[in-house]
């Protein structure tokens, strides 16, 4: 069965704070993606990565920044949170041309 | 960025009666998928239809994809509480995995 787990279902933080997300499958896929999730806004895709040590910008990269030291785990980084932060972040992966896989998500409240 | 967009963007009908989501996209695609999400839950895939396809069936969903008219529609037949979630249509426009995705339809179904 396919697994992807996030680190935390919810996380409150303070403006100002470092926050780490963290997200871990066990299918050996490649592909990994962090999205968040606003109302109204659908899915905004922050950053991907096709492999370990490597990742490139999505479309609302600003404020974040991604680790891939292995390949079951990606990490997302508030360097400086903030409230405009505040929202659902979604671990997502994929290792073919089909089906994408969802974490359970992290509800993040910036306060 | 957004291509797909679902509509209506809320849909409130009786039980028993049947659902119908309609999602658009503006670039050529592979495959067109539907998801649902449930209230603070992580996002469960539903159908994928491929872009030789037309039509397709899983339980009581039905997924229909016109090509020319770059629009797909889902159809939840004999509606139960359950069905109530937010469903949300993906494209992927590009080989490198990564869907984009409307903003989704929140469906409630009344007891």
């Known amino acids: 069965d396919v697994k992807v787990t996030q680190s935390s279902r919810y996380l409150v933080k303070r403006t100002g704070e470092k926050v780490f997300l963290e997200c871990v499958q066990d299918m050996d896929h490649e592909n990994m993606f962090w999205y968040r999730q606003d109302p109204g806004l659908g899915l905004r895709l922050i950053y991907f990565?096709?492999?370990?040590?490597?990742?490139e910008k999505g479309d609302i990269p600003e404020g974040y920044s991604v680790s891939r030291e292995k390949k079951e785990r990606f990490s997302l980084i508030l360097e400086s949170a903030s409230t405009n932060q505040t929202s659902m972040y979604l671990c997502v992966t994929t290792g073919q041309q089909e089906t994408q896989y969802f974490g359970p998500g992290t509800r993040l409240l910036v306060l | 960025s957004q291509q797909g967009e679902e509509d209506p963007q809320a849909l409130s009908i009786q039980e028993g009666e049947n659902a119908t989501m309609n999602c658009s996209y503006k670039?050529?695609?592979?495959?067109l998928q539907w998801y649902r999400q449930n209230s603070g839950r992580g996002l469960v895939h539903l159908i994928l239809?491929?872009?030789n396809e037309r039509e397709k069936h899983s339980g009581r969903l039905r997924v229909t994809l016109d090509t020319s008219k770059k629009s797909s529609s889902l159809l939840i037949t004999a509606s139960r509480a359950a069905d109530t979630a937010s469903y949300f249509c993906a494209t992927d426009a590009d080989s490198n995995y990564q869907l984009i995705w409307g903003a989704g339809t929140k469906l409630i179904i009344k007891p």
């Open positions: 670039t050529s695609i592979n495959n």
């Open positions: 239809i491929r872009s």
């Open positions: 990565s096709y492999d370990v040590k490597m990742k």
